[in-house]
Nanobody, 126 residues
């Protein structure tokens, strides 16, 4: 079992930056692909970014490409998401997730992930 706890969310103005963290416990995330998803009120959960556990393959949604950066520190058992140039439409609860996948894959679909955190709220005012 992997337990995931997100932190770093908050209320910011448009154009600001935030850095989300996802601390894992129970097992090392060294052999898991990791991802970030988000869910805005009244909308379905959507993919934000993912990273493989070998090779550093990274994928991100078109809506955040060039603004959000996913990274991981396996030594600290922590996943990160750096959010820059935030927009009001980025307002959502952000979830991190872990996937028991192959070493070079970074899944983009929620149903492929095995473990989820409780989420951290990001609110961006205009």
């Amino acid at each position: 079992q992997v337990q995931l706890v997100e932190s770093g969310g908050g209320l910011v103005q448009a154009g600001a930056s935030l850095k989300l963290s996802c601390a894992a416990s129970g097992r090392t995330i060294r052999s898991y692909a990791m991802g970030w998803f988000r869910q805005a009120p009244g909308k379905e959960r959507e993919f934000v970014a993912a990273i493989s556990w070998i090779g550093g393959a990274r994928y991100s949604a078109d809506s955040v490409k060039g603004r959000f950066t996913i990274s991981r520190d396996n030594g600290k058992n922590t996943l990160y998401l750096e959010l820059n140039s935030l927009k009001p439409e980025d307002t959502a609860v952000y979830y991190c997730a872990a996937c028991e996948s192959g070493p070079f894959t970074a899944p983009t679909r929620a149903h492929e992930y095995n473990y989820w955190g409780q989420g951290t709220q990001v609110a961006v005012s205009s």
